[in-house]
C-alpha cells in the first residue's frame, strides 16, 4: 500500500513495534522508520539532522532517510527531545518498521538512555510487566512476543491500521472479512478500510489465527497505527484473548482503544455497545457532561499541554492525532468543547414516546466521507489554482456506430464494446499526436508523458473516483473494453487497489448515459485536460445525395484545459485529431 510522505506514520506491514513505558526506564517514544515512498520496503539513513540530547520542536526535521525513489527528510510530529540513536549515520538497508531512534519529553530523561539498547528494550517489558514469573525458569510457554503486554497472553501480534494512500491520516474500518478464530492464510482479505481515497482491501501478511478484532465495524476516524486486532500461531490460543483490552497500549495511547462498561454516555467510536446512547433518559439531567476522561497516562507534548492549561481545556477529551494518540499543539487549536448534550436535549424535551419518533427539523445533516472530503479539497484546489478554459466540438459518430456494431458481432459473448470504449482510445491516439495535452503541470517544470494512461470517472455511491487503464495508446479496443468494465465493477465496490486510481495522464468523463449534451468537467491535477462527453443525438447534417441533407448521430465534447500548459491553439489542434479518429474510425488503426 502506498503511504504519506514526511511525519511519523507506523509501518504498512504488522507486526508493528508498540511504544511502551518500561519500570526501570522514563516514559519515551520509539520511533520506528516510515515508508517515505509507495515502493520503499528498505531506506538508507543518509544523515542525522539531531544530535542526541537536542531538542526537536514540532515540524522540525530529525533525519534524512534514502528510499528508493530520493533523499527525504524525516519530520518530527511534536516537540521532544533526541534521547539515543540506534541506527547510526550510513547504515543501509534498514526494513521499513525498523526503531531508529528514542524521543522523550523531558532534557532530564535523556541520561537514562545512554547505554539503551535494542537487546534491552526486547528483554525489558517481560522483566518490568510481569516480575515474578522471570524467577520461574521451567515456564518457558508464558515468554511473551514483543507484542505481548504481559506473560500471561501467549505470543501474538497486534495488527495495526497503516497507511492505505498517500494522504491517509486516518481511516474508517467499513467491514471486517473474517471472524474471531478463522485461520488466516497469506494475502486474504481481513478487513475493508475507507481512507481518503477510497474503500481498499486490507490483506493478511502471514498465516495465523484471528483471536481478537480490538476496533469494531462501523469506527470512524481510526488514527493510523491504532491496533485493529490480534492474531495468533495457534488455534490453541485464541480463547487466552476472549476479554483481551490492549493493555499494552493504553497507558500509551490518549484515544480510548475499547468502550468503558461504567458510564453510559460513551462517545469513543470503538464502543462496544452504542444503543445504550439513546436509551438512558437521565443523562438530560447533566446536559454539562461530556465525554468520560480518559484512564491511564494521558499522552501530551509539552507545548500542547501548556496551551490547553492556559485555555482551560481539559486533556481528558481531547482526541490526539500524533503517534499512539498523542495530543499535539494542532489537536488543542482545534479542540472544540463537546457539545453532545444537545443531542440527549432532544429525548428529554418529549415526554412523550410518540414525539420522540417524529422527525425533528427539517433538514438532515449526512456526515462527511473521508472520500468526499478529498473530492471537495482536490475540487476546490483545482477551480482556485488552475486557470480552466473549455473548447467544444460536435462529432459524427456514424461509422464507429457502424463499425461497433460489427466488431461485437465478431468478438467474443463475453466481450461487448461500447461507445466509451472508441472514446477511450481515440483520446490516448490524440494525445500521441499532440503530446502537449498528455503534460503534467509540477510547478517547476512542464512534465511531457511519453504514455497515455487515461483516467475514466466513474460514480460510485460514496463518491467519485477515476480508474485507470494504463497504455491505452498500444492496447485494442477489447482489451480497453475488459479493463473499463474490471475497473468499474471494482471502483463501486471498493475493491481498488491504490494504483489502479492514483496516477493518470488523462480523463475522460462521459454523462452521455444520462442524456446531458453537454457539460465542462473540472481538471484533475496535476493533469493539464479533461475530456467532458455528452449524449449523441439525431440531427440533420449536410449531405451530397438528392435530398441534399441527411440524419447523423452527432456527439458533443468539452475539452477542458489547463492554460499554463495548453494554449488554445494546441487545445483545438487535439480536437480536430480526435475528431478525425472517431468520424474515420479506420485511422486508429495506422
Known sequence: PVRRPGG?????????????????????????????????????I???????????????????????????????????????ILVPEGTRDVPIGAVICITVEKPEHVDAFKNYTLDSAASAPPAASVPPPQAAAPSPPTQPSPEAPGSSYPPHMQVTLPALSPTMTMGTVQRWEKKVGEKLNEGDLLAEIETDKATIGFEVQEEGYLAKILVPEGTRDVPLGTALCIIVEKVSDIPAFADYQDTAVTDMKAQA????????????????????????????????????????????????????????????????????????????????????????????????????????????????????????????????????YYLSVDINMGEVLVLRK????????????????????????????????????????IRQNHVVDVSVAVSTPVGLITPIVFNAHIKGLASISKDVVSLATKAREG???????????????????????????????????????????????PADNEKGFDVASVMSVTLSCDHRVVDGAVGAQWLAEFKNFLEKPVTMLL
Not at 8 to 26: D, G, H, N, Q, Y
Not at 46 to 64: V, Y
Not at 415 to 423: E, G, P, R
Request: hydrophobic share 40%; net charge positive; aromatic share 4%.
Open 495 to 541: 475493491k481498488l487497489q491504490p494504483h489502479e486510481f492514483q496516477g493518470g495522464t488523462f480523463t475522460i468523463s462521459n454523462l452521455g448515459m444520462y442524456g446531458i449534451k453537454n457539460f465542462s468537467a473540472i481538471i484533475n491535477p496535476p493533469q493539464a485536460c479533461i475530456l467532458a462527453v455528452g449524449s449523441s443525438e439525431k440531427r440533420l447534417v
Open 46 to 84: 543518509a544523515r542525522w539532522e539531531k544530535k542526541e540530547g537536542d531538542k526537536i520542536g514540532e515540524g522540525e526535521l530529525i533525519a534524512e532517510v534514502e528510499t528508493d525513489k530520493a533523499t527525504v527528510g524525516f519530520e518530527s510530529l511534536e516537540e521532544c527531545y533526541l534521547a539515543k
Open 257 to 388: 482503544a475499547a468502550a468503558p462498561p461504567p458510564p453510559p454516555l460513551v462517545v469513543a467510536t470503538p464502543s462496544a455497545a452504542p444503543p445504550p446512547q439513546p436509551a438512558v433518559p437521565s443523562t438530560p439531567a447533566v446536559p454539562t457532561a461530556g465525554p468520560p476522561p480518559r484512564k491511564g497516562r494521558i499522552l501530551v507534548s509539552p507545548l500542547a499541554k501548556k496551551m490547553a492549561a492556559e485555555k482551560g481545556i481539559d486533556l481528558a477529551q481531547v482526541k490526539g492525532t500524533g503517534p499512539d494518540g498523542r495530543i499535539t499543539k494542532k489537536d488543542v487549536e482545534s479542540f472544540v468543547p463537546p457539545k453532545v448534550a444537545p443531542a440527549p436535549a432532544l429525548e428529554a424535551v418529549p415526554a412523550a414516546a410518540a414525539v420522540a419518533a417524529a422527525p425533528v427539523g427539517t433538514f438532515t445533516d449526512i456526515p462527511i466521507s473521508n472520500i468526499r472530503r478529498v473530492i471537495a479539497q482536490r475540487l476546490m484546489q483545482s477551480k482556485q489554482t488552475i486557470p480552466h
Open 8 to 44: 511519523l506514520p507506523l509501518p504498512p506491514a504488522w507486526p508493528r513495534l508498540v511504544p511502551r513505558r518500561c519500570c526501570s526506564l522514563p516514559a519515551h517514544q520509539k520511533v520506528a522508520l516510515p515508508a517515505l515512498s509507495p515502493t520503499m520496503q528498505m531506506g538508507t
Open 406 to 445: 460489427e466488431l461485437n458481432q465478431e468478438v467474443s459473448d463475453n466481450i461487448k464494446l461500447s461507445v466509451n470504449d472508441f472514446i477511450i482510445k481515440a483520446s490516448a491516439l490524440a494525445c500521441l499526436k499532440v503530446p502537449e495535452a498528455n503534460s503534467s503541470w509540477m510547478d517547476t517544470v
